[in-house]
């Protein structure tokens, strides 16, 4: 019996040097295009509570020219920046091969969580936001706030930046970093933002209903287990609401907790980004139209950036082999 072949390791630098902010585009709409060809498949997330945050496990399989099954499990420690100096969200992705069960690579989770999310946001709002959209709030101005502002320039004409954050001095520095304002009082610049990203880790809904105005879009990112809260339900029920998974979202997102409160329903939701993208399901029908897009985090996009990034590191030499099966 023949040895496997050698997997990679490939760390998070050597993520950054070979994928652009139009790769992880085109990986994330690979993904959703996938899934509405039935070649993709994405399990329900497993959650494991700790003392100071969780882990998430989640895992999918797609098939390209070759069939891929990715694990990934991360550690979600909100507190960790201002109390450790880590990382709120890190990792790792199991690349396997899904024809033979070969290992193929292990990568760093903590890139491909911050870029496969904001590419989802960023094609969500390319679909589905109004083509003359100029003004954007952020709301949450961690990691993933700058990962949002970098997809959502490559897809949208963006000329004001707006940054909110219950830390003052993240939403002041990411809006000195953007030549944008930072705001103190969220509810004063919300009716005047015609894309609003929601990537905090909130519990309690802070986007009401009287806070956005005809015609904006919306991404709520933040909430990716049942605890966390973006969007308050009444916002949720006034909106045409698309998802990313509408089985995950029920369960999890903004969505849930709409649900739970008896003001959606799940066949009250538009459509799954997969079906928009791929032309199943329409896009904006009106200028005045609000559109939420709820995003928890599909196992389907780290499969599909994970090939991705394992196929250019192939290609370009990067990443170290290691033999794991050796007898």
């Not at 290992?103 to 870029?115: F, G, K, N, Q, Y």
């Not at 936001?129 to 997809?151: E, I, K, M, S, T």
């Not at 000329?159 to 003052?168: E, V």
């Amino acid at each position: 019996m023949r040895a496997p072949p050698d997997a990679l390791i490939i760390s998070r630098a050597n993520i950054d040097r070979i994928m652009t902010q139009s790769d992880w585009l085109a990986a994330a709409e690979r993904a959703f295009r996938a899934a509405a060809e039935g070649k993709a498949t994405s399990l329900q997330p497993m959650h494991i509570p700790a003392a100071r945050g969780g882990f998430h496990v989640k895992a999918a399989s797609i098939s390209f020219d070759r069939d891929y099954v990715a694990v990934k499990v991360n550690g979600n420690f909100p507190s960790n920046p201002h109390e450790l100096g880590l990382p709120t969200v890190q990792g790792a992705i199991l690349l396997a091969d899904g024809s033979n069960g070969v290992l193929l690579a292990v990568i760093d989770s903590m890139e491909v969580t911050l870029r496969r999310t904001a590419a989802a946001s960023a094609l969500a709002a390319k679909l589905l936001a109004n083509p003359d959209a100029a003004n954007l709030l952020v709301c949450g101005c961690g990691a993933q706030g700058r990962a949002h502002l970098a997809a959502m320039r490559q897809v949208l004409s963006l000329t004001r930046f707006s940054f909110w954050d219950r830390d003052t001095e993240a939403a002041e520095a990411l809006a000195f970093e953007a030549g944008g304002t930072a705001v103190g009082d969220l509810s004063a610049v919300s009716r005047s933002a015609d894309v609003i990203i929601c990537c905090t880790s909130a519990t309690n809904a802070f986007l009401s209903a009287d806070m956005v105005a005809p015609g904006t879009f919306v991404a709520a990112v933040g909430a990716d287990n049942p605890d966390k809260s973006e969007v308050a339900p009444e916002m949720m029920a006034k909106a045409k609401v698309v998802v990313d998974s509408l089985q995950q979202c029920a369960r999890m997102g903004d969505l849930h907790h709409a649900i739970e409160a008896g003001l959606i329903a799940e066949v009250d939701v538009h459509a799954e980004l997969a079906d928009v993208i791929a032309g199943n399901a329409s896009r904006r029908r009106s200028a005045d139209e609000i559109i939420i897009f709820d995003s928890t985090g599909t196992a389907l996009l780290d499969v599909a950036a994970s090939a991705a990034i394992y196929e250019r590191a192939q290609s370009y030499g990067l990443g170290q082999s290691v033999v794991l099966s050796e007898s």
